[in-house]
């Protein structure tokens, strides 16, 4: 068989996990590098040339010209491939294991730097500090909310609606169709309920012709489209701006900065591994652990056990 057939039949294999066209799209991005580095000619490749030292030397060609994380996805996506063609009967086993990988760095939280940070960032949003063509503060103050008492992803946000947030009054609850197809539950406070009605009284003013059913996306761009994930992550990066937080706003994070502050504030106030994890949506409990033990909080106590802090005290005592 072809190496695209087979890359067809690997998609279509793939079709009852639900995986979201994120996940798909990298899929086929990975897929489609290494083949043209297999050959220059892809359409004629067939699965037996699939071997340990062809795949040696493309994922080396490829390694020169993409960072670590890329390179480690593209394993990840070959290996489940190469899997696929072995339980098909393509391929007698999976030449994955004699090309060499990336180790997978460890997750460092890149919570916002300062304590005011998140207090700063939500009063200068609501404010109307964000002086871009068309200022929209309802919607900037919900976007940011749901990054820091949520701690929603930004493909999270995008897929919420009027009908994501149900419950009696007070006790509302935010459903979220989560990465991986693990939807969540979330529970919000009154003040949440108000940000998110000012914000659709916002909708209705600025769009008095549309109708905004409960299914209707909630968060729009300024035609009033379901807004993409670039034009939000352009909305949140400009906040920290015109907020003058920018330079507290961690290397390689930006919206996801404010779900990384919201579990990091979350294991600095007690809560456990398995709470974290449950409102997170993670997929493992070692992911949520990994804020725990990177608090300030928690660092802080480990130091000050340390018995040679008793001699100093000691010292200035004498």
């Given at each position: ?47 037996e040339d ?9 994922f080396g ?106 419950g009696r ?150």
């Open positions: 068989m072809k190496v695209l057939e087979a890359q067809q039949a690997f998609f279509a294999a793939r079709r009852p996990r639900k995986d979201s066209p994120h996940t798909t799209d990298a899929y086929r991005r990975d897929l489609a590098g290494i083949t043209a580095l297999l050959s220059d000619s892809p359409d004629d490749l067939s699965v699939l071997t340990a030292q062809a795949l040696r030397t493309a060609a490829f390694a020169d010209g993409h960072a670590k994380s890329s390179v480690l996805r593209a394993w990840s996506t070959w290996n489940q491939f190469l899997t696929f063609c072995v339980s098909d009967g393509l391929l007698a086993g999976n030449p994955m294991g004699a090309v060499a990988r990336p180790k997978a760095p460890p997750l460092v939280p890149k919570p916002l730097r300062g304590e005011d940070t998140p207090e700063r960032l939500l009063t200068a949003a609501a404010g109307g500090a964000r002086q871009a063509r068309d200022p929209w503060p309802e919607r900037d103050v919900l976007v940011i909310a749901l990054g820091l008492v949520a701690g929603l992803r930004s493909a999270e946000m995008r897929t919420l609606t009027a009908r994501s947030l149900a009054p007070g006790e509302m609850r935010l459903h979220v169709h989560g990465k991986g197809s693990r939807d969540r539950s979330i529970p919000v406070q009154p003040v949440m309920e108000k940000i998110i009605e000012a914000y659709l009284e916002s909708c209705r003013r600025r769009f008095p012709h549309e109708r905004f059913g409960r299914s209707t996306p909630l968060l729009l761009d300024r035609a009033g489209e379901p807004i993409g994930r670039g034009g939000l992550e352009y909305l949140v990066k400009s906040c920290y701006r015109w907020a003058g937080l920018h330079d507290r706003v961690p290397v390689g994070a930006n919206l996801h900065a404010l779900r990384h502050t919201f579990a990091t504030r979350l294991a600095e106030d007690g809560a456990t591994a398995s709470e974290i994890m449950t409102l997170l949506g993670h997929a493992s409990l070692a992911t949520s652990q990994n804020y725990i033990e990177a608090t300030g909080r928690e660092q802080r106590a480990a130091v000050a056990s340390n018995r040679t802090y008793q001699a100093l005290d000691g010292v200035l005592g004498s």
